[in-house]
């Protein structure tokens, strides 16, 4: 069989921060050609493993490759192969958005000649040809993000970490931010994002890692992921509180694992394996029980139920 | 956005890399670039500089006796030596802001040497210490400062100014990396008024109690201004300061060398770990 390098090989990385574990033997592996994601909520340790991939920390434990090169080993190596864009956008305000990219290109080696012309193919990229030569004070929150990705860009690296890239960003800057971040792949460049947003995660990504408390807890691509929940779900919305719990036990006749229950919703929610038609089946004993139902709702699973169900954690503390 | 293409990744890693020039002079190009396009930073720093000489020498002078030398002729060499420590304060707030926007960050994650960050930082703030330097001298000679040595006299003093300049530099580097935030660092930065006014800049240290004159006597920033003094005041500096020109400047090179031996490596520590 042919062995593919992964572009990220990690395996039993652990770093703390004097009494915390912000990673906990986390293992993963980052095949070539694609967007993955590493989902969690705050604090699970995303950052932390983005900073480790860049050199900018170093784990306490593990083995951690980028295309092969080991981290701790060879960082020169590995700095030759990423690029970093974060959670805030890191472009100088009082040069203009052609000087910045032309600054990190020459900073990658590049001769002036390459760097001007890298820079200018990287603006066009990311529509920022005709505020290239503004300065960046007066770009919007939407257009610093993007430079700073394009900056990440103009050095062709082979891993792009994507650290929280469009938190704070309006939906229209957002999007324009995923086309961009969409189109890279094609261009040879995998993209490694964290998210602690599932949409994000599942518009992009073709393989996603969930990682709670510092370790993965599971990864597939979204539409595996979500299959964790079942095939189906089955959500029932009642007008009155108190009756949730005769719900969820109907419900919990067809339902390998017990129903969830949101209580400011009033709905109980449970995931099905198998076919549609236990559903009705299992519906049938309420409609003499006198419950008020408002809607009942047969749908696919979202990755937000499938985090959920992973993680155990209200999908409040993910936000 | 379009979808024209850009250039494919590289694959030879070896050639994905900058070498030490071109890191530091687009470090410090950039560093000048922000300080150029940053108007109030130089017009307040401009401004402020010469409140405080015009405040020294019209309103405080007054009252300060100086034996055998005009206040004038004292009190500026104490200003342009002192100035480079006012100066270097940008420096702390600089880094301290460059951490906090995530730029050095990006910075430490490209392939360039890990020195360049903090040498092309370093050589640029130099340049910004000669400009703040040039104005002091001249607002010094508009109020009536003169040279009473020799022209190489008074450029040694020169070249001893932005030899200190790059000292405190690298102290100053320090304090923005460990206050981590602007504000942090303008805090640390007060360090500078017991150093500046606890010293021979602007008043002679015999007129402050005996208890203060053993520190004022003997620590670098009065070492450092009056070498400068007596380069560019001659005779009857060293008569009232009590030692010849070549006293302070041994003194005042000694200190430098130990300080940058200090602060320099220290410096460097912090910023590789982060």
Not at chain 2, 13 to 26: F, P, W
């Amino acid at each position: 069989m042919l062995e593919i390098t992964p572009t990220v090989e990690a395996m039993g990385v652990s770093k703390r921060f004097g009494a915390t574990k912000a990673l906990d033997g986390l293992d993963f592996t980052m095949r070539p050609g694609q967007v993955t994601a590493v989902l969690g909520p705050n604090g699970a340790g995303k950052t932390t493993f983005v900073n480790l991939l860049a050199t900018l920390l170093r784990a306490d434990a593990g083995t951690l490759r980028v295309c092969g090169a080991d981290v701790r080993r060879d960082p020169a190596a590995v700095r030759r192969m990423v690029a970093l864009a974060g959670q805030f956008a890191a472009v100088e305000p009082a040069m203009t958005g052609r000087e910045n990219v032309e600054m990190v290109a020459r900073l990658f080696g590049q001769s002036r000649r390459d760097a001007r012309r890298n820079a200018a193919e990287v603006l066009e990229h990311i529509g920022l040809t005709e505020a290239a030569d503004r300065t960046v004070r007066g770009y919007s929150g939407g257009m610093r993000r993007r430079l700073d990705l394009g900056a990440s860009l103009v050095g062709r690296p082979r891993l792009l970490l994507l650290d929280e890239p469009t938190t704070g960003l309006d939906p229209r800057s957002r999007n324009e931010l995923w086309d961009v971040i969409r189109s890279l792949v094609h261009r040879g460049t995998d993209v490694l994002l964290t998210t602690q947003y599932l949409d994000e995660a599942d518009h992009l990504a073709s393989h996603v890692v969930i990682i709670d408390h510092g370790r993965a807890v599971a990864s597939g691509a979204p539409r595996e992921l979500k299959r964790l929940v079942g095939r189906t779900v089955v959500e029932v919305h009642v007008r009155e509180a108190s009756d949730l719990e005769r719900v969820a036990a109907t419900l919990g006749a067809i339902s390998d694992s017990d129903p969830y229950i949101d209580v400011p919703a009033r709905s109980v929610r449970a995931g099905l394996d198998a076919d549609t038609n236990r559903v009705f089946a299992a519906l049938r004993p309420l409609d003499d029980t006198g419950i008020v139902i408002d809607e009942v709702a047969v749908r696919a699973p979202t990755l937000d139920e499938a985090f959920l169900t992973l993680t155990g954690n209200p999908q409040e503390d993910v936000a | 956005m379009t979808t024209a293409a850009i250039a494919q990744p590289v694959n030879q890693a070896s050639d994905n890399a900058a070498g030490l020039l071109t890191s530091v002079t687009q470090i410090a190009r950039r560093v000048l670039l922000k300080f150029i396009r940053s108007p109030q930073l130089v017009v307040v720093g401009t401004l402020q500089g010469a409140m405080f000489l015009l405040i020294f020498r019209y309103v405080f002078g007054g009252a300060i006796t100086t034996p055998g030398i005009d206040y004038v002729n004292f009190v500026v060499p104490g200003f342009i030596a002192t100035g480079v420590l006012f100066n270097a304060m940008y420096s702390a707030v600089g880094m301290a802001e460059d951490l906090e926007a995530g730029l050095i960050a990006r910075l430490r994650s490209l392939p360039i040497p890990r020195s360049a960050v903090l040498v092309g930082r370093a050589l640029a703030d130099t340049g910004i210490q000669v400009w703040g330097l040039v104005i002091t001298i001249a607002i010094g000679f508009a109020v009536g400062f003169r040279l009473h040595d020799t022209l190489p006299a008074a450029l040694e003093a020169a070249a001893l100014i932005v030899l200190f300049g790059i000292v405190f530099e690298w102290l100053f580097l320090l304090m923005g990396m460990i206050a981590g935030s602007p504000q942090a660092s303008q805090g640390f930065a007060l360090l500078i008024f017991p150093l500046t006014f606890v010293s021979s800049a602007y008043v002679p240290v015999a007129s402050m109690p005996a208890w203060l004159q053993g520190f004022a006597e003997n620590q670098p920033v009065t070492v450092m201004v009056n070498a400068v003094r007596t380069l560019t005041e001659g005779a009857p500096a060293e008569a009232l300061v009590g030692h010849p020109a070549s006293y302070f400047v041994v003194r005042s090179l000694i200190w430098s060398l130990a300080l940058i031996a200090i602060f320099a490596p220290l410096a460097v520590a912090k910023y590789r770990r982060g």
